[in-house]
């Protein structure tokens, strides 16, 4: 329930969230940093189907007090009740549940504030900037535009991490973190010159969100129509 979830529930509350208990089935280490935990729906999928880069806020106890971080459906699968999720795994609480959970736990989820509509025309050239934490979701937004090539700027090295990419219609460049903005700002302009309905989707920590989606929007130009940023997660 969303009663005692301190401010963050109480509005979640206001805006009619959905809530579900998902219950673990299974977990593995894709790498030593990354893990896909296996859940049950708790009839979630049936209630609001499924779209492209569908997220639910999880809600972990960090200190005492509710805790609630954001994460994309791997697979979401309607007649099974079932999906995945997959965590980058750091310092904190979400991570620390993920690194132990195991099937019989259970976890409250809240839907509400998630939707996809795909930008018209279709894209020409997809130009997604993300990071581990938004692999899921940069996985399932090439899946849903998968006629259309795309340039991945990514926060780090592969590292066994589980792209779905195709060689053939997708590139990837991968950069260190301290250089991303500045690569990006460096070689966006010239591929956005080059294509003709771009669409330009960014989802790195908050921080490095905003500066690129103003870059975007105010020096390049970008319609907002053509333009997705979501901050996933505060560096601190």
Known sequence: MVQGRGWEGAVLRLMRAKDFTLTVTGAEDVTGAFRRVHLTDGGLLAAAGVHPTMWVRLWFTNAGKPHQRAYTLVDPDPAAGTF?????????????????????????????????????????H????????????????????D???????????????????????????????????????????????????????????????????????????VPKERLHALGYWRAS
């Open 84 to 124: 995945s999720l997959e965590f980058a795994l750091h310092e904190g609480a979400a991570s620390d549940w993920a690194r132990t959970a195991q099937p019989g736990d259970t976890i409250d989820a809240t839907l509400q504030g998630t939707g996809f509509e795909e930008p018209a025309p279709t894209p020409s």
């Open 126 to 145: 997809v130009l997604a900037i993300g990071d581990p934490a938004s692999l899921p979701a940069i996985n399932s937004l090439l899946g849903a535009l």
């Open 147 to 221: 006629g259309a090539p795309a340039t991945i700027w990514f926060e780090g090295e592969a590292d066994g991490l589980p792209f779905r990419t195709d060689p053939a219609r997708h590139e990837r460049r991968h950069i260190p973190r301290a250089e991303l903005v500045d690569r990006v700002k460096a070689e966006l302009p010239a591929l956005l010159a080059a294509t003709e309905h771009p669409y330009v989707w960014i989802a790195c920590d908050t921080r490095t969100t905003r500066t690129l989606a103003a870059y975007v929007r105010k020096e390049l130009g």
